[in-house]
């Protein structure tokens, strides 16, 4: 089983429509001075407007969507089939002056270990995936298919491929981001003594209850927590080593198939992952992004988000909250979802849409 197969908290700012009941709570002491009620009045109508801005796609009825890989999925020789259509091809010589080394060439010839590191897989999965979209298009048909695609989502980092096929930002700026991203994790992850590990053949409830059993007997900067909500039996746990050692001492006895060790570098989504969050809130700031063209679903929330700063938030909290991706699937399939595809190296996603949904129409593209 391969490790994105199995893979792929630091609480949000208190939001302004909590801020105004706040103020609300304490309105006696906010009437003894007029401009403290203007300020309170300015904040409530921030919140609504704000509220309003992200509501553009609450009603949105998926019928195609385009499905993006997350860490995890790369692998040695992905690339080379992008070589063949110019404007793929072009991604990755303009990544080339962003990153400051050859990506194809890593992605292209390894080595494996060097393709695997969080600050290399990152970037190459995101040029990967765009790269693919191009290649579709440049084959008959394609285009009219990317025009009908009405909602898009990736699994973790893919979220970033997601807004960038949506038109929130340019591919060079997701590239920016992606790249500090992966280098802002790694650093967390060096900081710590943390890991991940799959567990297999269990339903979500009895995941918590193995977590909550290890994190009996380890101390409080071990503790473990459930990171990837992956699909019905196949759930990511991150932690401290420790923690993660109890949970897969423990999984025989809560009557899991196995368990697998996860080959990245820590305990991600998780509060491991804190000290990455200054660093890519600062680099959202300095980042135009705009109201996506299509849906995105998010992964912290399985909600599609509008409005540019709640995205930037939601881009932030995404590295220490779990994903809830088998929430947005299941979403997208009550939805009525017709069609969609898997774009970027690996076909990961499509074995999660299968298993949640034997008779899915689903189809991969790669590059």
Same mark, same amino acid.
């Given at each position: 089983?391969? *490790? !994105?197969?199995?893979?792929? $908290?630091?609480?949000?700012s208190?939001?302004?429509?909590?801020?105004?009941?706040?103020?609300g709570?304490?309105?006696s %002491?906010?009437?003894?001075? +007029?401009?403290?009620?203007?300020?309170?009045?300015?904040?409530?109508v921030?919140?609504?407007?704000?509220?309003?801005?992200d509501?553009?796609?609450?009603?949105?009825?998926?019928?195609?969507?385009? #499905?993006?890989? /997350?860490?995890?999925?790369?692998?040695v020789?992905?690339?080379?089939?992008?070589? =063949?259509?110019?404007?793929?091809?072009?991604?990755?010589?303009?990544?080339?002056?962003i %990153? @400051?080394?050859?990506?194809?060439?890593?992605?292209?010839?390894? +080595?494996?270990?060097?393709?695997?590191s969080?600050?290399? *897989?990152?970037?190459?999965?995101?040029?990967?995936?765009?790269a693919?979209v191009?290649?579709?298009?440049?084959?008959?048909?394609?285009?009219?298919?990317? *025009? !009908?695609?009405?909602?898009?989502?990736?699994?973790?980092?893919?979220?970033?491929?997601?807004?960038?096929?949506?038109?929130?930002?340019?591919?060079?700026?997701?590239?920016?981001?992606?790249?500090?991203?992966?280098?802002?994790?790694?650093?967390?992850?060096?900081?710590?003594?943390?890991?991940?590990?799959?567990?297999?053949?269990?339903?979500?409830?009895?995941?918590?209850?193995?977590?909550?059993?290890?994190?009996?007997?380890v101390d409080?900067?071990?503790?473990?927590?459930?990171?990837?909500?992956?699909?019905?039996?196949n759930?990511?746990?991150?932690? /401290?080593?420790?923690?993660?050692?109890?949970?897969?001492?423990?999984?025989?006895?809560?009557?899991?198939?196995?368990t697998?060790?996860?080959?990245?570098? @820590?305990?991600?989504?998780?509060? $491991?992952?804190?000290?990455?969050?200054?660093r890519?809130?600062?680099?959202?700031?300095?980042?135009?992004?705009?109201?996506?063209?299509?849906p995105?679903?998010?992964?912290?929330?399985?909600?599609p988000? =509008?409005?540019?700063d709640?995205?930037?938030?939601?881009?932030?909290?995404?590295?220490?909250s779990?994903?809830?991706w088998?929430?947005?699937?299941?979403?997208?399939l009550?939805?009525g #979802?017709?069609k969609?595809?898997?774009l /970027?190296?690996?076909?990961?996603?499509? /074995?999660?849409?299968?298993r949640m949904?034997?008779?899915?129409?689903?189809?991969?593209?790669?590059?």
């Open positions: 089983m391969s *490790s !994105s197969a199995a893979s792929c $908290f630091l609480s949000p208190l939001p302004l429509a909590k801020l105004s009941r706040a103020n709570a304490r309105s %002491l906010w009437r003894c001075h +007029p401009w403290r009620s203007r300020v309170s009045m300015t904040v409530s921030k919140s609504q407007e704000s509220d309003a801005r509501a553009l796609f609450s009603d949105y009825s998926p019928n195609i969507a385009f #499905l993006f890989p /997350g860490q995890g999925a790369q692998t020789g992905m690339g080379k089939e992008a070589q =063949s259509v110019q404007a793929a091809a072009e991604l990755y010589d303009k990544a080339n002056d %990153l @400051g080394f050859n990506l194809l060439d890593v992605c292209n010839n390894g +080595p494996k270990e060097k393709l695997n969080t600050v290399i *897989s990152q970037p190459a999965i995101y040029v990967t995936s765009l693919a191009e290649v579709l298009r440049a084959r008959d048909g394609g285009q009219d298919i990317i *025009s !009908s695609v009405d909602v898009t989502c990736g699994l973790s980092l893919g979220e970033y491929t997601a807004l960038a096929f949506a038109g929130a930002f340019s591919f060079e700026d997701g590239l920016k981001l992606v790249k500090l991203r992966g280098e802002a994790m790694q650093d967390a992850a060096d900081a710590a003594n943390s890991a991940m590990v799959s567990i297999i053949g269990l339903d979500a409830e009895k995941v918590q209850l193995l977590c909550d059993a290890a994190n009996e007997e409080e900067n071990e503790k473990v927590q459930i990171a990837n909500f992956l699909c019905p039996g759930y990511a746990v991150s932690g /401290g080593v420790k923690g993660v050692e109890a949970v897969e001492a423990k999984a025989k006895s809560f009557k899991a198939r196995m697998v060790r996860l080959a990245v570098a @820590g305990a991600f989504h998780t509060r $491991f992952m804190e000290p990455a969050v200054s890519l809130e600062a680099a959202l700031a300095a980042t135009e992004i705009r109201t996506p063209r299509i995105v679903i998010s992964n912290v929330d399985a909600q988000h =509008s409005d540019p709640t995205i930037k938030n939601i881009l932030a909290r995404q590295v220490t779990p994903v809830q088998e929430l947005t699937v299941k979403t997208l009550d939805k #979802l017709k969609s595809y898997e /970027g190296p690996g076909k990961v996603i499509a /074995g999660i849409v299968k949904n034997k008779t899915a129409d689903l189809e991969n593209i790669g590059a």
